[in-house]
């Protein structure tokens, strides 16, 4: 068996006492892989990385079973400034800028497991990997596009220097173009730092191209797991996620359309 | 509808009316009716004047925070004019009272009319404030009010003060601790119905929806600005009316006591009694009301402690940080107030001895 | 004209010393969004501080300053500590309750070791601060207020723009969470926040009473005052803080020389009425950016 970073096992999460929303997720990440996270809203992605993450606590959510292992140590329920500071980034869902931050001042504030430390380097790295940031580095995040915005919080995330890097719906609301290109770096990044990446996402057809290994998830398990060319390849991944018809060719466009049209007009 | 005689231990309410009913057993109104009969009964005849002084004084301030308590836990909005508003009731009624010669059951209420038409003019603002700023707004209307009241020296008499009549109806004059416990402990039982009611009224719940979140509120159809202005102008006639009792009751007033520091322990008053709570205005009056006359009588002992006094130390400060501290350990320990301790204290006694 | 322009320079000089007064409320607010009430108790501390190691310790007046400077450095963390950590996240009034139950407490503790009595400094500008330009005449305590206000603005300027440290702290104003998740150690900026604004609160303070003498009572007063400053410049702007307290000061001194002097201290919150219907946020406060 290869290097295991993460390690989930059997946990639970629960929030305000009361609502169970995992229960009982199991996971492993390589180093070095993409994993990548599937299922419909409401599946207990986002609380899975949270959980991970430790971004329950703020939100009165527990881990109240199993255990989170990284690097063999345990981690559930940890202070966030503890678990970053291990390594583990979570880069938030729906793009969460300082809007009254300078897009360079965004960057910085990434630096922020490691204060003090010189961080010069790290802005040019940034930069070279999204290129489009560099004539904005002076605006403020507030006014930047989306597109660009989802540059700069994974850009932000990259200057901590994670070891394991999770992202919260990279593509969301972004345009296809600008999805290829931030996924294309995605894989770059894992290529040429060799960091571990968690990719959360609703576009599995994107996120299963660049993933070595994929889960997918329903009300708060882990129902399937697999390769991702095993995942891309099941019917049941392909009719629910992938868009395609059960025989593996691509629905019809007059398919969709009729159930589009039969569920308006009923 | 049936009335029940012990407490559900669950919801099984079956209509609205039940739903909006104040008492939800016929023990709670007996007890209730009971505890009243007493309060007049008795309290007034075997009370030492100091007490029911003290009495007195918790009944007008209960009044005043009551109102403020529909302005700041029911309706959201903070105040720190309360004061203010009060000294204008008093004022108001003085002024009635020695410039018109209106009788006292003319001009009480007239002054808590009075007052809540300033009230809502510096409830204006809360049509574009929110939050802080709104409540810096009120900060700079307890300053505009005191000086108003200072320097229109022709109405208010400035620093001089008024000294008012006794109030007299039918040739019966009312002076004295016994004869004032009765105006105002039935003025207090007036109001507290009053507020009660108004509570489970459209008016209370739309209070309630603009205080848990006003944009939902104004998204349902609620005029916020109309609702807001009515919230403040209610408040301020309860803080008037108390006004206008307290003045008849010290006889003589002054601009002195209507400062900020009368604001703050209004507010005071309402979070530690309880937020959005009616009884809880009235214990909190009485716990501020209490605590002030306590630390007074235990300054008053500490001064006369010879090793205090030739230490050259000066007591008196003291009141003021116990005050602070009650507010500070409050806000900790017990953000709901006393009316929180009061439920849980009953209902441990009901759920005796199987308290799960 | 002289009256006119004396008035001026007095109004300017007044005003900075309301808006250094104000800068470390606007820090506070600035890092942790919370109003706080207690803020004109924290310049009396700071000034009864000094004022106790300089007369009764007989310290030099650098090292009481600098022990000054660190003990409400302390302070201000432990308040933060103690009282404000546990009402993240409660209701504002809360928040506001606790700051004006933390007042009355100081207030309370002031009076009991130091009495309500005016207390003055030694003498030790030196007098080379004195400026007259013709008929004008600044007294040094005020060359100096401008001199450290200029000093402290250009220090902040530089903290908030250029330091990791304060940009850390603008990120969790600007979004907890995000913040949060990128490792920020949020209770440490809240506290260091408080500390810092409680150091600068106190270094008003003591400029302050070496202007008019210590004294609880006016110094809280000051702490009021604080409230048309900011919200003139804006909540969350710390020049904008100078501006509004040199507006403020103008204000008074102008409705002090020309109109009424007993109209004096009302006028900044009747201005304040008029700008908060106009503008709610300010003259210099930010405008919400609002990107759904």
Redesign the interface.
């Known amino acids: 068996m290869a290097d295991i970073l993460l390690q989930l096992n059997n946990i639970s999460v629960v929030y305000s006492d009361v609502i169970q929303v995992l229960k009982g997720v199991s996971l492993s990440v390589e180093k070095g892989h993409i994993v990548s996270l599937l299922g419909s809203n409401g599946a207990g992605k986002t609380t899975t990385l949270k959980a991970i ?1 430790g ?1 329950l606590k ?1 939100e009165n959510g527990e881990v109240t079973d199993g255990e989170i292992l990284y690097n063999g140590v345990n981690i559930q329920n940890q202070a ?2 503890f678990i ?2 291990q390594g583990i ?4 869902e729906g793009r ?6 300078t897009i360079e ?2 960057l ?6 490691r ?2 430390k010189p961080y010069k380097q790290d802005l040019e790295m940034v930069y070279d990997y999204f290129p489009a940031l560099v004539k904005r580095r002076k605006s ?1 995040a ?2 930047c596009s989306g597109g660009e915005l989802q540059m700069l ?1 994974i850009g ?2 990259l200057m ?1 220097h994670p070891q394991l890097l999770m992202l919260d719906e990279p593509s969301l609301g972004l345009a296809p173009l600008v999805v290829l290109e931030i996924f294309r770096i995605i894989k770059k990044i894992n290529e040429e730092h060799k960091t571990t990446i968690v990719l959360v996402e609703q576009n599995a057809n994107m996120a299963l191209q660049v993933a070595h290994y994929g889960y997918v998830m329903e009300n708060g398990k882990i129902v399937m797991e697999g390769n991702s060319a095993e995942l891309a390849d099941n019917p049941d991944v392909k009719e629910f996620y992938l868009g395609m018809g059960a025989s593996g060719t691509a629905k019809s466009y007059r398919d969709v359309k009729a159930y589009r049209r039969r569920k308006r007009w009923l | 509808m049936k009335k029940m005689s012990f407490h559900p231990c669950g919801n099984y309410r079956e209509s609205y009316a039940e739903e909006l009913s104040i008492f939800e057993t016929w023990f709670g109104r007996v007890c209730l009716g009971g505890f009243l009969l007493l309060l007049f009964g008795l309290a007034p005849f075997f009370l030492s004047p100091y007490l029911l002084y003290i009495l007195n004084n918790i009944g007008i301030f209960a009044i005043a925070a009551i109102g403020l308590n529909i302005l700041i836990g029911y309706t959201g909005q903070i105040s720190l004019g309360h004061g203010a508003f009060f000294g204008v009731g008093a004022y108001a009624a003085a002024i009635l009272a020695t410039r018109l010669n209106v009788p006292f059951y003319l001009s009480i209420p007239a002054a808590g009319f009075i007052t809540a038409l300033v009230g809502m003019i510096f409830g204006i603002p809360s049509g574009r404030l929110k939050g802080l700023y709104l409540t810096i707004a009120t900060l700079a209307g307890q300053f505009i009010i005191e000086y108003v009241l200072i320097q229109w020296e022709s109405l208010t008499m400035g620093t001089m003060g008024i000294t008012l009549p006794s109030p007299s109806i039918a040739g019966w004059t009312i002076s004295g601790d016994k004869m004032f416990f009765f105006l105002i402990f039935l003025s207090l039982v007036a109001t507290t119905w009053f507020a009660v009611n108004i509570m489970r009224s459209k008016f209370g719940r739309a209070f309630i929806a603009i205080r848990d979140n006003d944009r939902a509120a104004e998204g349902m159809g609620i005029p916020i600005f109309k609702y807001k202005l009515l919230s403040f102008a209610i408040s301020s006639f309860y803080a008037g009316f108390a006004g206008a009792i307290w003045a008849y009751y010290m006889v003589s007033i002054t601009t002195e006591p209507f400062n900020l520091g009368l604001s703050v322990e209004f507010i005071a008053m309402v979070i530690i009694g309880g937020m959005g709570n009616i009884p809880g205005a009235i214990f909190g009056a009485t716990f501020i009301t209490v605590l002030n006359e306590v630390l007074r009588y235990a300054t008053g002992i500490l001064m006369n402690v010879s090793v205090i006094t030739s230490m050259g130390l000066n007591m008196a400060p003291l009141r003021e940080f116990v005050f602070g501290l009650a507010i500070v350990l409050f806000i900790l320990l017990e953000p709901k107030g006393l009316a929180e301790l009061w439920r849980i204290l009953r209902s441990s006694f009901r759920l005796w001895p199987f308290s799960y | 004209m002289d009256f006119f322009l004396q008035l001026l320079v007095n109004g300017i000089c007044i005003g900075l010393l309301y808006g250094i007064s104000a800068m470390g409320f606007v820090m506070i607010f600035k890092a942790s969004s919370v109003l706080n009430f207690a803020h004109g108790e924290l310049l009396a501390l700071g000034a009864f501080f000094f004022l106790s190691l300089v007369t009764w310790g007989k310290l030099p007046i650098i090292v009481s300053f600098l022990l000054t400077l660190v003990g409400c450095f302390l302070l201000g963390f432990l308040i933060e500590k103690f009282f404000l950590r546990p009402l993240i996240g409660e209701k504002l009034i809360f928040v506001i309750m606790l700051t004006v139950g933390l007042a009355a407490m100081f207030k309370g503790l002031i009076l009991l070791i130091w009495g309500g009595n005016l207390h003055t400094y030694p003498p030790f500008l030196p007098d080379a601060l004195e400026i007259e330009l013709g008929s004008i005449y600044i007294a040094p305590v005020y060359s100096m207020t401008l001199l450290i206000s200029v000093v402290f603005l250009v220090l902040f300027g530089l903290f908030f723009k250029k330091s990791s440290q304060g940009i850390y702290m603008r990120s969790v104003a600007d979004n907890q969470k995000a913040a949060l998740s990128l490792g920020v150690h949020v209770r440490r900026v809240f506290a260091l926040s408080w500390a810092i604004a409680a150091m600068v609160a106190c270094m008003s303070g003591i400029v302050l009473g070496i202007i008019n003498g210590v004294n609880v009572h006016d110094l809280s007063a000051i702490g009021l005052k604080v409230f048309p400053v900011v919200i003139l410049g804006g909540l969350d702007s710390i020049g904008g803080a100078i501006i509004g307290g040199i507006i403020i000061g103008l204000l008074e001194t102008f409705t002090g020389g020309y109109l009424n002097p007993s109209l004096r201290d009302v006028v900044p919150y009747i201005v304040l009425v008029f700008i908060l219907m106009v503008k709610p946020y300010g003259l210099f406060g930010l405008v919400e950016i609002e990107r759904v």
């Open positions: 993450s971004l703020p966030p400034e970053t500071r980034i979570q880069v938030l969460q800028p300082f809007k009254y931050l001042e965004n910085r504030v990434g630096t922020a497991t204060p003090g403020l507030g006014y919080v932000r995330a901590a």
